[in-house]
């Protein structure tokens, strides 16, 4: 049985603390991840998440890992001990329940796959047929496909891309979750499950651009799921290529200041900063601030890593989500943009408990675009 | 047939609800069919109640004994097996409650009669008996047959016949039966009341009952803020208790509390049968759920087929203008 | 403590769309997803904390076509020690008591302490299966149990009534408990846990294996016959105000308004 450090590499660990320091919940939860690895590379280590709750709170933003000087990746260790709670059933009842959806309805949302479509009930949203070449897939995403707020997001998107007249196909409710929180909740079974079955699935057709409406889907796509012969994007880095090719333009504007949130999985995981950002630039009427904490140092909203279906271990002072809306209202914009349906759901939640209705509204950057379309 | 006969359910000196409701439907049925109705009491100091069920069956079979101060399926079977083989009874009558769920199946298979449970109706046709209960938490339907069985058995569902006024002259038999002692193998210990908590639902005017469709702890919230701007108190369905988000004394039902509010509104409730055995008489019923052919809407008396998410904020607004 | 758990795999059906099927004697099972009896996962986990407090070994059982393997593989990969299929077509399509009768005659081949399952199934409602059982093997039963303490070779269970009231009861061992929801929290399978357990030999039993003649078990020996499937009358319920989410809680509100609760 290999040791926690032998697993997780930790050997290289200087103790700079560069990891602790930059971890967006350590704020305000019990999360140490440099006592985590400490511990692990001083002994046995915690044996998994049920004795260490707190790394239930990490939310897989990579920031640990990012400033590593030494190359260590602190958040495998924290998914490595998740997974052991999970091999031994040893989890709360929400992640239980979201992980038995993903394996029964492939979404983790308690909802039957019959009903992945309902989003798309008013439109004409065309479905791939069996084997057929599809040289643009929309993948919807279990978020977008089936909570109420977030259905907004894939309905822009098929809008958009009529308006530019681009052809897309779905997979309409043969599509299945795409396993990024799975993999980040430790579920490392469940989640290559998902890979084998999305893959037969993505193989079966000829596939030119594979386009999410979530940074979350995009980054396991790209980087996870091995050759998949097609490019993976978010839509923010679609949108900006059909702007740059002339195939989108404007008919309306929003005449508002907005600010942009950037998603931890866009962003910090995999570079993505300046399409949204060019896009919104393209949007008429609109007037673009930046936050202070932007880019590489955005605030983690908190909604990823499997979050969404954590119930929060002993938490202390204002959520994070909090924190940014208040940050964007003291910016004084009408509006918080983000590119990603977590984002969206926690940044929304936030603008209740932070006292901030009235001040502020949270909106993807795919309904801004088709509101001004 | 010859008779009908239906075990009645009593609890602390008073007979439940489904007593009356299983006599009403055997007096219809005997009627109909020709046969009597006998009414079984066992129980421990239950003269009273005897007399009581004189107007509403053509025999009322007692057996008093200090063995039946407290219910035990283990002391029932063996005298109820043989009231009904010498008795060669057509149909038995059990209620579906914890008390029957926990006797009838034990009994028919000792009896080797054919048992329907939790049924909703029974008609006699022909000389046969069938009867009618639901599948699937009622979203389906189940007619079902009993072979052509001399004698059959049934549990009955809550509510499922509404109960009438009699005034037959049953006579009062002893049953000179053998009543064994409670038996080492399965003794009664003692009932425990729930504790009650810091809300009595059975006291509000305006409930506010939630279901699984809420699917999150988180979104309670909405739901509080509808009892808040209506005056009411929160209820739930027992999923929401099982989760630990209310406690158990919110949980109406079968299991829980039985409510009659002014309003009840049931959020993302499907409406099965445990849940609204316990607020089907609230004067206003009003029902909110995503799925049309959900079950609560034969309870409730006006509905929206509509997702909660949406129909809840703009509900909430709606009500706030009218104010205004 | 040896226990048995009886298991059974049914469709999930609370959010789906059910059609009967042309025969009229089941419902169309295409596109629906399946798992364990609710109250039998909490049965299973009941067993599995009692074994961790106890010691002893939980055998898994049910009765069901092939497909139910997938509830006896993930019951082991939360911790059941063995797994026995009644895999039979005379099996098939018994009511409650002729399941019962298979299930005891399975039962009666092992040494156990305690038999537990849950006390309804999701998909026929029956309740019975759980006291038939408990009435062919001979010993005592309790239903509704939400709390249960074994020692010295009894089961002291609180059986839930209407109202939220308890009874307690003492029995002895051996004895049939069915289970109700609520009563514990059912810990997780992994998917590669559930992958180990597929390795893992699960026990076959025919009728003849368990000495049954076809006469008694199955659709034969059922007493009771499904004389056919309707879909319940609809539209004697609420009157439903149509519309929009805005239309219709409009016209909610004006109902509640004219009411006096608004």
Redesign the interface.
Known sequence: MPTLAEKYELLGCIQCGRCTAGCPVALRTFLNVRKLVYEGVTGPGPKDAKERPEAWNCTTCSTCTERCPKGVKPMELLIGLRGAAIEKGRVGPTIRDALESTFKHGNPWGRIRDKRMEWAEELDVPVAADGEAVPLLYYVGCTPAYDPRCQDIARSLVRVFSAAGVPFSTFGTAESCCGNEIRRMGEEGLFELLVEGNRELLDSHEIGTIVTSSPHCMNTFKNEYGDLGCEVVHYSQYFDRLLDEGKLSFGGSVEKKVTYHDPCFLGKHNDVFDPPRRVLECVPGVTFVEFDRSRERALCCEGGGGRMWVEAEEERGERLADTRVKDAVALGVDLLVTACPFCLMTLDDAVKTSGSEGKIEIIDLAQLVAEAL | MNEILVLTEHLNGEFRDITFEMLTKARSLADAGGGKVAAVLFGSGVGDLAEKLTLLADEVLVSDHGSFANYNSAVYQPVLAEVVKSRGSSLVMIGHTAFGVDLAPSLAVALEVPLATDVIDVKHDGGAFTAMRQIYGGKINEEVGFGGAAQVMVTVRAAAFPPEEASREGSVVELGVDVPEEPALRRFVEYVEAAIGDVDITKSEVVIAVGRGIREEENMAMIEELAELLGGVVACSRPIVDAGWLPKDRQVGSSGKTVKPKLYVAVGVSGQFQHVSGMKSAETIVAINKDPKAPIFSAAHYGIVGDLFKVLPVLKEKIGELRA | MNIVVCVKRVP???????K?ASDRKA?DEE?L???INESDNYALEQALLIKEDLGGEVTVLTAGPEASEEVLRMSMA??ADTAVRLADDAFADG???AT?QALAASIKEMEYDLVLTG?MA???????????L???LG??????VVEMEIADGKA?V???????????????LP?VVTI???IN???????????RASKREITLKSASDLGLAAAVVGAEGS??????????P?G??????EGT??E???K??????E?G??
């Open positions: 999930e059906t609370a959010e789906a769309d059910l009967i419902i596109g997803a399946f798992q939360k911790g009511d409650a008591v019962a006390c999701s998909d026929d409602g029956a309740t019975a299966v759980g006291v038939a408990a009435e062919l010993v005592p039963h309790a239903t509704y002291v609180g059986r839930e009534l209407e109202g939220g009231l308890v009874e307690k009861l003492d029995m002895k004895a109700q929801t609520g929290e059912p810990r997780y399978a992994s998917i590669m846990g559930i992958a007493r009771t016959q499904i004389l056919g499937l309707d879909y319940p609809v004697e319920g609420a009157e439903i105000l989410p805005a219709a809680s409009g909610l509100a004006q109902v509640l308004k009411k609760f608004a």
